[in-house]
């Protein structure tokens, strides 16, 4: 299905005058969601070639992917609230232009250091994107096809990934990582449909009095790089140096706390925990996504050691749970306007704890089929949970708070891939019972795979007690005492 037909069946609602605006309007913020995409998935794909046009080991390129992971990380709820208090439209106008003259230094670069430091813009430029453009729905798009319109972002963010998957099958020969010619030829058009069609920003008399907290800003992301970095670099073991970040994010979350309580103008308001809600769309989130980056840690494994595929194989079988993400965006956006997000967060948990547990007591012998069947029912019902869970935040938040509660969602995806990746991995790794995963003998990788995705069912099941303890997320809205500011 092209994206220009998926935005057209995603919004029906709204006058007739309004609706191609609206159209408009989403389409440059699905292009926005494309773009972050892109960049966060496609480096994986062209590290083998950069290490050798840059002369240098695995480790040192690997902070290509570090670089834009930790831009996004530490910026995303940054960002947001700046977007809240300068204007969103105007904040993502310059978010796309960072994104897209980054990519183009990304092609020019002659060292490792010029790239690095690109990427990293690059990421700043994302976190942006990622932030607002959820944010910026509910400005753009009527509130009863908010479903949709989060499930039309969940579409183009895994068309992305599946781009990505697609490039490894075919084994080309990346150029230039984080200078696709879709992010140079995307970048323009989607700064004028952005600049044309999203709403303008208003600045209300509490947007006026509102000030930047740059001290919490910086703590909030000294503590959450250190984390990252501390969960990264880990491998499948902690050292003295991992420990030592971890010690660091701890006593920097603590000073964040300290002085975000004393703060007038705080960059994250304390009270807003206060809300059931948004501590469990929070809380699912980086539960769910630390199960799906199972699926991308242990899955190459598992098909070319366990099951004996040769690498292009393994990139088709790996690009299927992207795409059936793909393909499930806009009708889980459709289900969660009809059936409601409480009902369909639920839904989408099952159905990602049901595919955990499948892979986790599936029999190696059944082949390719036991093992894309569940993981096919994983990526839908993660996209229909996102859709569900990120509609059930957005719509209950305040509009002054969007930018803010946007990049908390996105900040809490991000720590939930971070930590599946280590923690998860590792598991993987003690699992297998081998000092050498990628040499480990296939009933190694087997055991290793069912362990994992059974803590991975344990991760979900516990989301699923969350969702159903807290059925009225998606309807209660944050009231007027968690303002920003107040």
């Known amino acids: 299905m092209q994206p220009i037909h998926v935005i057209r069946e995603a919004l029906v609602a709204g006058s007739a005058e309004?609706?191609?605006?609206?159209?408009?309007?989403?389409?440059?913020?699905?292009?926005?969601?494309?773009l972050s995409s892109l960049g966060?998935?496609?480096?994986?794909?062209?590290?083998?070639?950069?290490?050798?046009?840059?002369?240098?080991?695995?480790?040192?390129?690997?902070?290509?992917?570090?670089?834009?992971?930790?831009?996004?990380?530490?910026?995303?709820?940054?960002?947001?609230?700046?977007?809240?208090?300068?204007?969103?439209?105007?904040?993502?106008?310059?978010?796309?232009?960072?994104?897209?003259?980054?990519?183009?230094?990304?092609?020019?670069?002659?060292?490792?250091?010029?790239?690095?430091?690109?990427?990293?813009?690059?990421?700043?430029?994302?976190?942006?994107?990622?932030?607002?453009?959820?944010?910026?729905?509910?400005?753009a798009v009527p509130q009863a096809r908010t479903g949709s319109a989060m499930g039309l972002l969940g579409t183009m963010s895994a068309i992305g990934g599946t781009r990505s998957v697609a490039r490894r099958r075919a084994d080309r020969r990346i150029r230039l990582a984080g200078d696709l010619p879709g992010q140079r030829t995307v970048g323009p058009p989607d700064f004028l449909l952005a600049r044309r069609h999203l709403p303008v920003d208003r600045r209300g008399p509490q947007t006026e009095r509102a000030g930047f907290d740059t001290l919490g800003m910086l703590l909030l992301a000294l503590t959450l790089a250190a984390y990252a970095l501390a969960m990264t670099m880990a491998r499948s073991h902690f050292g003295p140096l991992n420990i030592a970040l971890l010690l660091a994010a701890a006593i920097g979350a603590g000073f964040f706390v300290r002085v975000e309580a004393r703060a007038t103008a705080p960059l994250i308001d304390l009270a807003?925990?206060?809300?059931?809600?948004?501590?469990?769309?929070?809380?699912?989130?980086?539960?769910?996504?630390?199960?799906?980056?199972?699926?991308?840690?242990?899955?190459p494994f598992h098909l070319a050691r366990a099951l004996g595929l040769d690498a292009p194989f393994v990139g088709l079988a790996m690009s299927a749970g992207p795409l059936a993400a793909a393909l499930s965006g806009v009708p889980a956006g459709r289900s969660v306007d009809r059936f409601g997000a409480p009902r369909m967060t639920i839904v989408g948990l099952i159905g990602v704890a049901a595919g955990s547990c499948m892979l986790s007591v599936l029999p190696t012998r059944l082949g390719i089929s036991g093992y894309?069947?569940?993981?096919?029912?994983?990526?839908?019902?993660?996209?229909?949970?996102?859709?569900?869970?990120?509609?059930?935040?957005?719509?209950?938040?305040?509009?002054?708070?969007?930018?803010?509660?946007?990049?908390?969602?996105?900040?809490?995806?991000?720590?939930?891939?971070?930590?599946?990746?280590?923690?998860?991995?590792?598991?993987?790794?003690l699992a297998a019972a081998t000092p050498d995963i990628a040499t480990a003998p296939p009933e190694a990788i087997a055991r290793g795979m069912r362990i994992t995705f059974a803590v991975a069912a344990l991760l979900a099941a516990i989301a699923l007690t969350i969702a159903v303890a807290s059925r009225a997320v998606a309807t209660r809205p944050v009231r007027d005492e968690f303002s920003v500011g107040k």
């Open 372 to 429: 894309l069947a569940p993981m096919i029912v994983i990526t839908a019902s993660y996209a229909l949970f996102q859709t569900a869970n990120n509609s059930a935040v957005m719509t209950a938040t305040r509009p002054a708070q969007r930018g803010v509660i946007s990049g908390m969602l996105g900040l809490a995806r991000n720590l939930g891939l971070i930590t599946g990746a280590s923690v998860l991995g590792a598991v993987f790794a």
């Open 272 to 299: 807003i925990f206060r809300d059931p809600g948004l501590r469990a769309g929070l809380a699912m989130n980086a539960l769910v996504a630390t199960v799906i980056m199972t699926t991308l840690v242990v899955g």
């Open 18 to 34: 309004r609706r191609p605006a609206v159209l408009w309007a989403l389409a440059s913020l699905a292009l926005s969601m494309l």
């Open 40 to 139: 966060t998935s496609i480096a994986n794909v062209g590290l083998p070639t950069l290490a050798q046009a840059f002369s240098a080991s695995f480790q040192e390129v690997q902070w290509v992917v570090l670089a834009y992971l930790l831009a996004i990380t530490t910026l995303i709820v940054g960002v947001g609230r700046i977007g809240d208090i300068l204007g969103r439209r105007r904040l993502l106008l310059a978010g796309i232009v960072l994104f897209s003259v980054a990519s183009l230094l990304c092609g020019v670069a002659s060292t490792l250091g010029q790239l690095l430091a690109a990427r990293a813009a690059q990421g700043c430029g994302a976190a942006i994107m990622i932030a607002l453009s959820m944010a910026l729905v509910g400005e």
